[in-house]
């Protein structure tokens, strides 16, 4: 079966560093996307990898590793806006979107 | 650019009547369009698929005659919520596939469903 596994919840400190990570087990692999969910609103796109390494966007990094089937969001300088659920969600061979449960992140000052 | 629409934003409704929410693809056409089905503090669950001018697939446990989905355009899809219960009551979520390489899904903003 396919699987993508992520922590239920996380909690960090405002302007410190957080990483949540992703396994995920598909049958086959398109690349990988986190979004990023407020309470009550639509999914946004954060980021988009399909070749192992890391991806920086300003605040916000992806990494990658396709032979590991693992893959981390990394958060820094957590402002506590950032207080969110984190969706990971891996395009199998289908080109469907297979999505995790989503992380929880709670930001405390 | 990409940008996808969805009306209504909340309503509410009696219990035994149909609802219609419509999803837009605003700057872009859609050949793909999804419906997501949301319930509090749970992920998305994909409730089908839909793609111009054919019959949507629906995932496994979906009723398709109760969540009828249309769409008739590469701009314009709809889900209708026939003979709505309390329980299906929940966040609806639609997403069009863009023309991008990668296959990313733009969201719409989402539809509360409240039925009483």
């Known amino acids: 079966g396919q699987n993508i596994d992520q922590p239920t919840e996380m909690t960090a400190t405002e302007g410190a560093i957080v990483q949540i990570n992703c396994t995920y087990q598909?049958?086959?692999?398109?690349?990988l996307f986190w979004y990023q969910q407020h309470a009550g609103e639509a999914p946004t796109f954060l980021s988009y990898?399909?070749l192992d390494g890391l991806e920086e966007k300003g605040r916000f990094s992806s990494f990658l590793s396709r032979s590991k089937g693992y893959s981390y969001l990394l958060l820094k300088e957590l402002q506590m806006k950032d207080s969110a659920s984190y969706l990971c969600a891996v395009v199998d061979s289908n080109y469907q979107l297979i999505w995790g449960a989503g992380t929880k992140l709670i930001i405390k000052p | 650019g990409a940008v996808v629409s969805q009306h209504p934003s909340r309503v509410i409704c009696k219990s035994g009547t149909s609802v219609k929410i419509e999803c837009r693809s605003l700057d872009f056409q859609a050949t793909t369009m999804f419906w997501y089905r949301q319930f509090p503090k749970q992920s998305l669950m994909l409730m089908a698929t839909?793609?111009?001018?054919?019959?949507?697939?629906?995932e496994q446990g979906v009723e398709k005659d109760k969540f009828l989905i249309n769409h008739a355009s590469l701009t314009l899809s709809t889900l209708t919520v026939t003979s709505a219960h309390p329980e299906d009551s929940s966040f609806y979520i639609c997403?069009?596939?863009?023309?991008?390489?990668?296959?990313?899904?733009?969201f719409g903003p989402g539809t509360r469903l409240t039925v009483l």
């Open positions: 990898n399909v």
């Open positions: 839909s793609n111009e001018g054919s019959k949507a697939t629906y």
């Open positions: 598909t049958s086959g692999f398109n690349g």
């Open positions: 997403s069009a596939r863009g023309d991008t390489d990668y296959n990313e899904q733009f």
